[in-house]
C-alpha cells in the first residue's frame, strides 16, 4: 500500500472504502486492475505538522482461478504538460509489497502471478517534502503498467490519468482529551476525543480517516487500545471552521503501571477524499492510572502500620 517503508508497529488506522477510476485491461487477460483511492492527491512543501506524508496513488489487482498467468514486468510515469520535474514523482522499481507488505506479500516484476488474488499496493507516490521551487498548483502525469503473458512483455495493462496538488502546508490544528482524565488499573476506560481546525484560508480539510500509535508513559508502558470511536471518515471542514468528535477508546489492565499517559492519537487527510497524510496533534490527551481503591485502603494500611511499629520502637 505504501511508496516507502514505514514501521507500523504501534500505528493503527481505519481503512478507507474506496474504490475509484478503474482501469483498462488487455483484452488478452481476464485480471482486474482498478486504481483505489482517487485520482488527485495534495503534496506539500513543509510537512512539518505531519506525523507521517503520505502522498500516494493506490492500485487494486484481482485475479481469479483459471486466469491465464500474468506477468507485471514494469511500471512508469510519463509527465504532462507543464510538469515540474522538481516534484520527483516516483513509481515502483523491480518490484512491489502489497497489502501491507510482510512474509510473503512482496512481488518481484517478471513473476508469473497465478490462481486467485486480491492485491492492493502503492503505484505512484511522493516521498517527503515537495521541492521548494515548485510552485503551488494541479500537475498531471500518467502512470502506465506493462506486462503480460511472458516475462519480458510489454502490454499495457492499466494506464491512470492522475494529479498531484502542490500547496505550501496543510494547516492544520489537532486537539485531542480523554474524558475521563483518570482511570483505574482493570477498571473504567476513557474515551478520546478531537477537534480539527482548518486555519487555512482558500482550501477545505477532509478528514478521510483517523489513527492511534499508542498512549504511553515514556518508560515502554502503554494503555491498552479497545477500538475506535466517532466518525472521522469524509468530514469536509471548510476554512476557519473546526469539526469535532469522538476518536478510540483505551483502558488499564490489572498491571499497567500507575502514572501518566500521553496519547499519540490522529487524523488523517488533506485536500482531497483519500489523501493519507497523518497529521500530529498540537495538544495530546493525558491520562492518569491510578490503584484501585481497595489496593489503595491497603497501601494506606501498610503505611499506617509501619508508623504504628515506629513509634513502638521509640
Not at 38 to 53: E, L
Not at 78 to 97: E, K, R
Not at 232 to 248: E, L, M
Request: aromatic content about 12%; proline content about 3%.
Amino acid at each position: 500500500m505504501w511508496g516507502r517503508v514505514i514501521n507500523m508497529k504501534n500505528l493503527i488506522f481505519r481503512p478507507l472504502f474506496l474504490t475509484l477510476a478503474v482501469a483498462c485491461t488487455s483484452g488478452a487477460f481476464a485480471q482486474f486492475f482498478s486504481q483505489t483511492n482517487g485520482d488527485v492527491h495534495t503534496a506539500v512543501r513543509d510537512t512539518s505538522n505531519m506525523r507521517f506524508d503520505g502522498t500516494n496513488w493506490a492500485v487494486n489487482l484481482q485475479t481469479n482461478v483459471g486466469d491465464p498467468d500474468l506477468y507485471i514486468n514494469n511500471m512508469a510515469i510519463t509527465p504532462g504538460a507543464g510538469y515540474n520535474a522538481l516534484i520527483d514523482m516516483q513509481t515502483q522499481v523491480g518490484g512491489f509489497d502489497f497489502n501491507g507488505g510482510g512474509p510473503g506479500n512482496h512481488y518481484t516484476f517478471g513473476t508469473a502471478i497465478s490462481g486467485a488474488n486480491n492485491w492492493n499496493f502503492a503505484g505512484a507516490f511522493h516521498n517527503g517534502p515537495v521541492d521548494s521551487a515548485v510552485a503551488d498548483g494541479v500537475y498531471d502525469f500518467t502512470l502506465g503498467i506493462f506486462g503480460g503473458a511472458s516475462d519480458i512483455a510489454n502490454d499495457t495493462l492499466a494506464s491512470y490519468g492522475l494529479h498531484v496538488d502542490i500547496i505550501q502546508k496543510l494547516d492544520i490544528s489537532v486537539i485531542t482529551s480523554a474524558n475521563p482524565g483518570v482511570i483505574l488499573q482493570n477498571g473504567t476506560g476513557t474515551e478520546v476525543s478531537m477537534t480539527v481546525t482548518n486555519n487555512m484560508t482558500g482550501n477545505n480539510f477532509i478528514t478521510n480517516t483517523w489513527y492511534v500509535s499508542g498512549f504511553g508513559n515514556g518508560l515502554g508502558d502503554f494503555l491498552n487500545f479497545d477500538g475506535f470511536t466517532g466518525n472521522w471518515f469524509d468530514q469536509i471542514i471548510t476554512p476557519g471552521n473546526s469539526h469535532s468528535d469522538t476518536h478510540s477508546l483505551w483502558s488499564a489492565g490489572a498491571s499497567t503501571p500507575i502514572g501518566t499517559y500521553t496519547g499519540d492519537n490522529g487524523v488523517v487527510g488533506g485536500l482531497h477524499f483519500g489523501d493519507f497524510a497523518f497529521m500530529k496533534t498540537d495538544q495530546q490527551a493525558q491520562v492518569t492510572v491510578l490503584v484501585p481503591e481497595p489496593a489503595s485502603f491497603a497501601v494506606l494500611g501498610l503505611g499506617a502500620l509501619a508508623l504504628i511499629r515506629r513509634r513502638k520502637q521509640k
